[in-house]
């Protein structure tokens, strides 16, 4: 199993902005991050591979990039120009070669909060 770190959740206010990390026990091949508000359905934020390539939700392109430092086995989510809309329980996602068998296996962290708000 890996287990998943994640820091950076906090209040702040309309258009300012917050920086999540995410770090995992073991090494991966794709890190990323979901959301779920109040009443929602989780929804995918951002994804990364090892590789390099990512990919967002349309409702933050442009205000959010995510990054991978493979070495540290960490991923991040800088948060720009945030909006109340924003506002959710932010989980950690990995997905990787975890249990020693032949597929991939997805882990969750416990999830940070972001609150915007004035």
């Known amino acids: 199993q890996v287990q998943l770190v994640e820091s950076g959740g906090g209040l702040v206010q309309p258009g300012g902005s917050l920086r999540l990390s995410c770090t995992a026990s073991k090494r991966s091949i794709a890190m990323g991050w979901y959301r779920q508000a109040p009443g929602k359905q989780r929804e995918l934020v951002a994804l990364a591979t090892s590789g390099g390539s990512t990919n967002y939700a349309e409702s933050v392109k442009g205000r959010f990039t995510i990054s991978r430092d493979n070495a540290l086995n960490t991923v991040y989510l800088q948060m720009d120009d945030l909006k109340p809309e924003d506002t959710a329980v932010y989980y950690c996602?990995?997905?990787?070669?975890?249990?020693?068998?032949?597929?991939?296996?997805?882990?969750w962290g416990q999830g940070t909060q972001v609150t915007v708000s004035s």
């Open positions: 996602t990995v997905r990787g070669y975890f249990t020693h068998g032949s597929n991939w296996d997805d882990y």
